[in-house]
T-cell receptor
Framework: DTGVSQDPRHKITKRGQNVTFRCDPISEHNRLYWYRQTLGQGPEFLTY????????KSRLLSDRFSAERPKGSFSTLEIQRTEQGDSAMYLCASSYAYDSRDTGGQPQHFGDGTRLSIL | AQKITQTQPGMFVQEKEAVTLDCTYDTSDQSYGLFWYKQPSSGEMIFLIY??????QNATEGRYSLNFQKARKSANLVISASQLGDSAMYFC?????????????FGTGTRLKVLA
């Protein structure tokens, strides 16, 4: 178990540029989440994948945000035309669901995050 | 709608003492799960403890226990015998299992400082 890996750890970019972050979940985990966390706040849900299917997306997520998990393994989060308000820590988490009923308390395992700073 | 409320922005506790971090929640789901995470200054989120809404007993994991009061919709975290390494942000989170959402909702957190 090598843990959830995120790349890069830090990203500094100019307003208006596009950025892409990568998340490698724990290998046997079929669930993957993206969160955004700003200073002094808890993580805010962005989107959820079960295997390669994106099953839920926050209504707060603008059209500038897109995420993929092409083969049900790693995932990417892209932000187009970045704005000052996009500056935050972007966290990825993964977990394993035993079955579709999923009423268990399988915890999420988080990566160290990607800190995005918009100049 | 689901909501997590953590009313203590900051807490202090003396080393070796016990401390309770408050968490109240609101949900319309009949079945749900409650989680506590620790986030040290280094940034990583560490899972501490889980309580299912239909679990009859309060969850315990080592020095962590969850004081679950379903009627009051509270899920307070109790840390016994505090250690200096417990100084961190603590987040309460919830996920509903019956409303069709996979979303986890987090509170705003409580910053705990353990004093030597």
């Amino acid at each position: 178990d090598t843990g959830v890996s995120q790349d890069p750890r830090h990203k500094i970019t100019k307003r208006g540029q596009n950025v892409t972050f990568r998340c490698d979940p724990i290998s046997e985990h079929n669930r993957l989440y993206w969160y955004r966390q700003t200073l002094g706040q808890g993580p805010e849900f962005l989107t959820y994948f079960q295997n390669e299917a994106q099953l839920e997306k926050s209504r707060l997520l603008s059209d500038r945000f897109s995420a993929e998990r092409p083969k049900g393994s790693f995932s990417t989060l892209e932000i187009q035309r970045t704005e000052q308000g996009d500056s935050a820590m972007y966290l990825c988490a993964s977990s394993y669901a035993y079955d579709s009923r999923d009423t268990g308390g399988q915890p999420q395992h988080f990566g160290d995050g990607t800190r995005l700073s918009i100049l | 709608a689901q909501k997590i409320t953590q009313t203590q922005p900051g807490m202090f506790v003396q080393e070796k003492e016990a401390v309770t971090l408050d968490c109240t929640y609101d949900t319309s789901d009949q079945s749900y799960g409650l989680f506590w995470y620790k986030q040290p200054s280094s940034g990583e989120m560490i899972f501490l403890i889980y309580q299912g809404s239909y679990d009859e007993q309060n969850a315990t994991e080592g020095r962590y226990s969850l004081n679950f009061q379903k009627a009051r919709k509270s899920a307070n975290l109790v840390i016994s015998a505090s250690q200096l390494g417990d100084s961190a942000m603590y987040f309460c989170a919830m996920r509903g299992f019956t409303s069709g959402t996979y979303k986890y909702i987090f509170g705003t957190g409580t910053r705990l400082k353990v004093l030597a």
